[in-house]
C-alpha cells in the first residue's frame, strides 16, 4: 500500500522555499506521494450567511498542475496526484496538453485524479454548465485517454469535438493514471467502469464495506477488481467537520486500509493546530517512523 500526504494547501502559505522544502521532506522520509485538492475560484462569504462548505476566498489554493510542475523538478522520486482536478469546468483539450507535459517534466510521475466539484461559483465563473457536469466528466475521461494515447484521432461527442489533431508531446506512457474522486454511488460507479482508480473521503470503520462494495461495482461493470486502485483520505483535523486528531490515530486508520486492501492512503493534516509547513512535517515523520 502506498502513503501519501496531503499539501497542506491552507497553511503552507506562498514562499517557494517552504514549499519545495515540504516535498522533499516528504520524499526523504520515504513517502510515495504528494496529493493537492483544486479550486480555481473561492466563494466570497459576506452575502452568502447559508454557506457551509470547507473553503473560501479568503483560502490559498495552489493551482495543482502548476504547483507539480515546480516540484517535479525538485524531487526525483515523490509522485504527485490531484486529488481532485475539478475536470468539468476546464477545457479538455487544454487540460491534456498541460497534464501530458507534467507527466514528461516529471518523468511519468503524475496521477490524475478527476471528479465534479461542489462549487457553483466557480462553474459559473468559468463558463460551464453545473447540472451537467457528471455527463461532461464521463465523456472527458474517455476524451483524454484518446488524446494521451494518439497523436493525431477524430472525435465527436455531446461536448466534444475533435477532426484529425491532437496534442504532442504525448505523455511518457502514453497514458496518465486516471483515477475518479467522490463519496457518492455515483462516483463509486463510475471509477468501477471508467477509473483506474477511486479516490473517497471515508472513516476507517468504513473501510470494509466500501472496499468490498467497490470491488463489487467493478466486477459488475466487468473489469479485474485487481486492476483498480482504491485511495482513502485520512483526516486528523478538522478542516471537514472533523476533530483533531493523532499521529497514533493516523496510524491506527492506515492499519485498518491496508488490512482492508486499500492500494493507497493520503494523510490529510490541514486543520489539526500545526502552524506552517514545519509542522506538518513533523506530524508525517512520527507517523513514518512509527510505521
Not at 447540472?131 to 465523456?139: N, P
Amino acid at each position: 500500500m502506498k502513503i501519501g500526504a496531503v499539501f497542506p494547501q491552507l497553511e503552507i502559505g506562498t514562499d517557494p522555499t517552504a514549499i519545495r522544502d515540504y516535498a522533499v521532506a516528504l520524499e526523504e522520509m520515504g513517502f510515495d506521494h504528494l496529493l493537492a485538492y483544486d479550486h480555481v475560484i473561492g466563494a466570497d462569504i459576506t452575502n452568502r450567511p447559508d454557506w457551509n462548505m470547507p473553503y473560501t476566498s479568503a483560502h490559498d489554493f495552489h493551482e495543482p498542475l502548476m504547483l507539480f510542475s515546480f516540484l517535479a523538478g525538485q524531487v526525483s522520486r515523490l509522485e504527485f496526484a490531484s486529488g481532485i482536478l475539478i475536470l468539468p469546468q476546464r477545457q479538455t483539450a487544454l487540460a491534456a496538453k498541460q497534464v501530458a507535459n507534467l507527466d514528461v517534466f516529471s518523468g511519468g510521475r503524475f496521477r490524475m485524479g478527476v471528479g465534479i466539484g461542489w462549487n457553483q461559483v466557480e462553474y459559473e465563473a468559468l463558463g460551464v454548465s453545473f447540472a451537467q457536469r457528471g455527463a461532461r466528466l464521463d465523456e472527458q475521461m474517455t476524451f483524454l485517454r484518446e488524446l494521451f494515447a494518439k497523436p493525431s484521432f477524430s472525435f465527436n461527442g455531446d461536448f466534444h469535438t475533435l477532426t484529425e489533431g491532437g496534442i504532442k508531446p504525448l505523455p511518457v506512457r502514453k497514458s496518465v493514471p486516471l483515477w475518479v474522486g467522490g463519496v457518492s454511488d455515483a462516483a463509486m460507479n463510475r471509477a468501477a467502469k471508467l477509473g483506474d482508480g477511486w479516490m473517497p473521503v471515508l472513516p476507517a470503520t468504513a473501510a470494509a464495506e466500501k472496499i468490498d462494495s467497490f470491488k463489487g461495482a467493478v466486477a459488475k461493470a466487468g473489469r479485474d477488481p485487481a486492476q483498480v486502485g482504491f485511495e482513502n483520505i485520512i483526516f486528523v483535523g478538522t478542516t471537514i467537520g472533523g476533530k483533531v486528531r493523532t499521529w497514533e490515530d493516523a496510524v491506527a486508520d492506515i492499519d485498518v486500509w491496508k488490512k482492508e486492501g486499500a492500494t493507497h492512503v493520503c494523510i490529510h493534516t490541514m486543520g489539526a493546530d500545526l502552524g506552517g509547513g514545519d509542522g506538518h512535517i513533523e506530524f508525517l515523520r512520527k507517523v513514518k517512523e512509527a510505521i
